[in-house]
C-alpha cells in the first residue's frame, strides 16, 4: 500500500515553453502532497507545500509564480513549470501524507526534467 | 525541525549487519525519527519512524538512545541492493521533512 504515482516519468522540452507534472496517490487520499527537486549529486530540497483545496505554500526562494502548483482533488496534485529555462533541469520528485494511515510520508518515483 | 548528522560514507560487507548512526542533539518533545533510503535516479523509500521507543519492521531496525540525542538504522543482512544514500530526518508528524546530505551506504560483496 501507500503507493504514489508520477506522470511523466521524464520529460524534454524546449526553452521558454511550460512542462506539467502530475502526482498521484493511487491507493490512498492524500490531503498533503509536497514537491521537491533534486540537483545532480545533491541532497532533495522541497519546493512548496501543497494542501487539498488550498493555495500551496511556498519555500523561501521559490518562485511561485513560475513553479504553478495546483491540488485539486484528494489524489492528484500537479506542478507545472511555467517558460522553462535549462537551470530548470533537474529531477523533481513529490511525496504525499497519508493522513489515515499515520501520516507518513510516501514519495514517487520522480520526473527527470531536461530543458533544451 | 531539528538538524541530523550522518556520516557522509559507510561500506558493509554482503550479509552482514549495516548500522547507520544519526546525531540529532536538538530533537524536542514531539519531533519523530525518520530514515529513508534513496537508490539512484528514484524517489526516497520509506524504511522506518520512532519516536523513543525501538521500532522494528520488516527492513530494518531502529534503536533510539534513552535522551533521543542519537539513534541507529540496522540493516540485519545487508545486499548488494541496499546500496543507496540513508538520509535521517527529524521532524513533528505529518509536516515537511528537510532532507540532510545522508550516508551513502555502499555494501560489498
Given at each position: 500500500g501507500a503507493v504514489v504515482s508520477?506522470?511523466?516519468s521524464w520529460v524534454i522540452c524546449k526553452s521558454g515553453t511550460s512542462v506539467k507534472i502530475e502526482c498521484r496517490s493511487l491507493d490512498f487520499q492524500a490531503t498533503t502532497m509536497f514537491w521537491y527537486r533534486q540537483f545532480p549529486k545533491q541532497s532533495?530540497?522541497?519546493?512548496a507545500t501543497s494542501n487539498e483545496g488550498s493555495k500551496a505554500t511556498y519555500e523561501q526562494g521559490v518562485?511561485?509564480?513560475k513553479?504553478?502548483?495546483?491540488?485539486a482533488s484528494l489524489t492528484l496534485s500537479?506542478?507545472?513549470?511555467?517558460?522553462?529555462?535549462p537551470e530548470d533541469s533537474s529531477f523533481y520528485i513529490c511525496s504525499a501524507l497519508t493522513g489515515d494511515r499515520g501520516y507518513e510520508q510516501y514519495f514517487g518515483p520522480?520526473?527527470?526534467l531536461t530543458v533544451t | 525541525?531539528?538538524?541530523?548528522?550522518?556520516?557522509?560514507?559507510?561500506d558493509c560487507a554482503e550479509g552482514r549487519a549495516a548500522n547507520l548512526p544519526c546525531n540529532h542533539s536538538t530533537i524536542s518533545g514531539n519531533e519523530y525519527v525518520y530514515w529513508y533510503r534513496q537508490i539512484h535516479s528514484q524517489g526516497p523509500q520509506y524504511i522506518i519512524h520512532g519516536l523513543k521507543n525501538n521500532e522494528t519492521n520488516e527492513m530494518a531496525s531502529l534503536i533510539i538512545t534513552e535522551d533521543r540525542k542519537s539513534s541507529t538504522l540496522i540493516l540485519p543482512?545487508?545486499?548488494?541492493?541496499d546500496t543507496a544514500v540513508y538520509y535521517c530526518i527529524v521532524g513533528r508528524r505529518g509536516n515537511k521533512l528537510v532532507f540532510g546530505a545522508g550516508t551513502i551506504l555502499r555494501v560489498k560483496s
Open positions: 508520477q506522470h511523466p532533495l530540497m522541497l519546493m518562485e511561485k509564480d513553479f504553478l502548483i495546483n491540488h500537479t506542478l507545472t513549470v511555467t517558460s522553462a529555462h520522480g520526473t527527470r | 525541525d531539528a538538524k541530523t548528522t550522518q556520516p557522509p560514507s559507510m543482512h545487508a545486499t548488494l541492493r
